[in-house]
Each structure stands twice: as structure tokens, then as C-alpha cells.
């Protein structure tokens, strides 16, 4: 169950001032890299992973929890402004946030959508205070088949996370499991795939490796459109909304809120997925659906609300179970374990403040993003018209710097250059990268979990059957793989056929 008083405690531990001033600033920062289109959230928490060393857990922890939900909400400033998505999840919000902009209510849209998204972000913290503790209990129970039919779980649907073609996500996620692999044995201690070197005896560092594959690619993909990139021209006008603008979406902003964490919940599916649910359902159930992709206030409230709804659903099954959600938090979950904070059952129990800290600090991180956004959405708006030559030249230099300042290990830059180079080449041919960041996480997990359950059982496979929870979640996961392949396959023929017409 929640524990009031160590929340009431996580509160005073955010509201500390250094903290909080360390939480604000991680607000501004998310919302500007959010923003900006192509420089996601998960890239900015990777970015800064090798800052918050200096800083202690707690002040670097509110920093990673401010960039992840404000990076969430400010891909819709872009959307709305020049029709470019800010984030992958902001994609929805233009079809009704730019035509708003082009009709004179600029600020009307981005009011709506600071709100809807402050909203959501709110109940889906509310909602991992009152439930992680419980998930949390659970699985206090599970023993090694459990968390390796964990791992299979959200390794059964890493393919279809971004990108039209199973296959491709499938070979990214293979791709990661060989990563995984690199190193000592987990149980044996014998080296593998390390061609003699001590530098890979550890493994592929984590950190280096997330920061060229999301930080430093994207740099080398912002050069190529660089000249391109449209500019800021609509007027703001009053983003502050009135109350009888915010009541007449009401329902709309519960309904985004519960598809919004349900979905967060789900393995890797993540705020784009949530966003496109919302806002279909919407339109279905409103009373002028054609009014939608015009212009509708409706359309912008369900869209952002419903992607901020589900990053509590996210940072649900790693906080609890050490699974994460996507690649977000797959990157929050090697910060957690970088400074020593292993994610799971067992986080509540040893570290029941921190994870209550953890609480307060995604409550105070929505309320921070709402606040700042309504006060200074003219302001962060100015940020889409920064000189992409100045940007560009300053990602890669902080790239190298972060991921040299993890060790000072020099072989840390050239994994940072070297996954860098391949994170572009797979964003070039349309290789998802999702996939193969989570595969790296979940693939160490299964192979762990599935040696130490074939030990417990003296070699006996059925162990996974014989076990009530362990199969019904292989069953899942089995019945998730098929369904998510089948839909991502009817999807891809029907853009296929619409672009045939």
C-alpha cells in the first residue's frame, strides 16, 4: 500500500530548494529539447545520464524524471506551430494543433494542450503512487521463471514498436540480444564475444551506447536537414485557457486519461500509441467528427493529454518489475542502476524512500511542466527558429563529453562514436531502434533468469509450465506477439493501399 508518510517525506526531499531548482531546471530543458523536432526525451535523459553523477541519486533522479515528462509534453509546442512533431508522440497532435494555428488560436492550442497534458501527466503519477507499491508486493513472490517469462513478455513485442515492418524490428531486437551476450557469462564467468579485449569484458557500456544511439545520431540526422527545417511565423496570442474551455473537454480529458495509462502499462507501446487511441477515440465518439483535422479543440486535448497519461504506465512495470515500458525508460533504468538503485520488487523494499521520492518528484515534475509551459509557452516557442548549425555542433560535442565523463574512459567515446554511426544508418533504412535498446536489457534479464530456472528445476523445461504465473504470462506473451505482428502487418497494407490509390 501507498505510504503516506514517506510520501509526505519524498515531497520534502523534492521541495528542498536545491531540488527543486534541479527539477525546474530539468522542466525548462525538457520542454526546449521537446520542442525542437527530432531531439526526443529519451535522447535528453540519455544526454544527461553522465551529468547527474556529480549531483547524488535524489537531485539526479528529479532531473531525469522533469526532461522525460517535460520532453513528453513540448513535442506539441512544434506540432501545433510550424506542423513538424516536436516527439514520435506528438504526431497526433498536429492534425488538429496546426490548423488551430493557422486559424489565429496559436495560443488557444497550446494552452489546451499545456493543460491537457499536465492533467494527464498528473493522474498517470497519481495512479503509479497508489498501484507500484501494490505490483510491487506481488512480485515479492516471483522467483526466476517468473522474471524470465517477464523478459520474453516485453521481448514478444519489441518489434512492433516503431516502424511498419515486423521484420525490421524483429532483426533490431535480435541485434540487441547479441549485444546482451557481450561480456563474462552471467552465471559461468567465462568471457564471450570480447575478441581478447579486457574493454569488453564488462560488456558494451550502457551509457556510451545509449548516447550515441539516440543523442549522437540524431546530430548526424539534423545535418541532413538542417536547411530544411521550417520556421515559427503564427502569432501566439492568450495561451492561458478559461475555465469554460477547459470544462467542456472534461470528459475528453478523462477518457485520454484512462487509455492514456492503460496503454502506458502495456509492454512498449508507449505515448505515440496512447495519443493515436485517444484521439481516435474521440473523433468516434463526438458528435461532429468531421469537424476533426480541422481545426478541432477536441482533437489537441485528447492527443496530449493521453501521451502524458502514459508515462506513469511506463515507469510502472520498470519501477515494479524491472521491465521497461519502452526505450524512455529503458534509459531511466540504466540512470536507476548507474547510481546503484536497481529497479524491481525488491527497490521497495530496501529503498522505500527513494521510491516514494520518486513519487513526489513525478507529481511536482507535472505540476512544474504545466506551470512553466502556460507562463512561458511564447518564450519556449522562439526555441524552433535556434540556427540548426549552432544546435547540431553542440549535441555532438555533449555527446563526447558525456559519455567520456562516465569513466574517463577514452574507449567509452569510440563506443559512443561507433553506435552513433550505426543508430543513423538505422534511422536511414527505417530500422527501428527501440527494439534493440530494450533487447539489450531484457535479453541480459531472460538469459540470467532462464539459467538459474533450469538449475532450480535440474534441467527440467517445464518448469515454465509447471509454474502458474510464469505460464500464464508466456501465454501472454505469446497471444501479444501474434496480435501485435497481425495489426502491424494490416497496417502496413493499408498504407501500402492508400499510397497505391
Partial sequence: ???????????????????????????????????????TATMAIALLIPFTFS?????????????????????GIASILI?????????????????????????????????????????????????????AAFALRFSAPEFFALAILGLSVTVTLTGR????????????????????????????????????????????????????????????????????????????????????????????CLIGITVGVMPSMGPDTAAFMSYAETKRSSDRPDDFGKGEPAGVVAAQT???????????????????????TAVLMGALIIHNLEP???????????????????IVANISFMVLGLLGARYFAKVLNVDRRLLVPTIVLFSLVGAYALNNNPSDVWVCLIFGIIGYLMQRYDFPISPMVLAVILGAMAESNFRR???????????????????????VALLAAFSAIRRQIALARRVDAAGAR
Avoid at 547524488?56 to 524524471?65: D, F, R, S, Y
Avoid at 506528438?90 to 492534425?95: H, Q, S
Avoid at 497550446?110 to 505490483?135: E, K, Q, R
Fill in 55 to 75: 549531483m547524488g541519486p535524489t537531485a539526479g533522479i528529479c532531473m531525469l524524471l522533469a526532461v522525460y515528462t517535460a520532453g513528453i509534453y513540448g513535442g
Fill in 165 to 256: 515492418s515486423p521484420l525490421k524490428g524483429a532483426l533490431s531486437a535480435a541485434f540487441g540480444l547479441v549485444i546482451a551476450m557481450v561480456g563474462l557469462d552471467p552465471i559461468g564467468g567465462f568471457p564471450r564475444f570480447t575478441f581478447g579485449t579486457t574493454e569488453l569484458a564488462g560488456g558494451i557500456a550502457f551509457v556510451p551506447m545509449l548516447i550515441g544511439l539516440f543523442s549522437l545520431s540524431e546530430a548526424f540526422r539534423q545535418i541532413e536537414i538542417i536547411e530544411t527545417v521550417e520556421r515559427m511565423t503564427a502569432k501566439i496570442g492568450r495561451v492561458v485557457p478559461r475555465i469554460n474551455e477547459l470544462v467542456v473537454h472534461k470528459w475528453t480529458m478523462l477518457r485520454a
Fill in 453 to 475: 530456472s533450469l538449475a532450480m528445476s535440474q534441467g527440467d523445461p517445464m518448469i515454465f509450465l509447471s509454474r502458474p504465473i510464469a505460464c500464464g504470462i508466456l501465454i
Fill in 344 to 362: 524491481g520488487p525488491l527497490l521497495f523494499r530496501d529503498h522505500a524512500d527513494v521510491v516514494h521520492m520518486i513519487f513526489a518528484a513525478l
Fill in 83 to 135: 506542423r513538424t512533431p516536436g516527439t514520435p508522440a506528438a504526431v497526433v497532435t498536429v492534425l488538429d494543433g496546426y490548423p488551430m494555428a493557422q486559424k489565429g488560436l496559436a495560443g488557444q492550442a497550446l494552452g489546451l494542450a499545456t493543460v491537457g497534458s499536465g492533467i494527464g501527466g498528473l493522474f498517470s503519477a497519481l495512479c503509479l503512487a497508489i498501484f507500484a507499491p501494490l505490483l
Fill in 1 to 39: 500500500m501507498l505510504d503516506l508518510a514517506l510520501l509526505a517525506k519524498g515531497f520534502g526531499t523534492v521541495f528542498q530548494p536545491s531540488h527543486l531548482f534541479i527539477l525546474v531546471l530539468g522542466t525548462i530543458g525538457g520542454i526546449i529539447v521537446g520542442a525542437l523536432p527530432g531531439l
Fill in 306 to 328: 493521453a501521451e502524458n497519461a502514459s508515462t506513469g504506465g511506463d515507469v510502472l512495470p520498470m519501477i515494479t518489475l524491472g521491465v521497461p515500458g519502452d526505450a524512455a
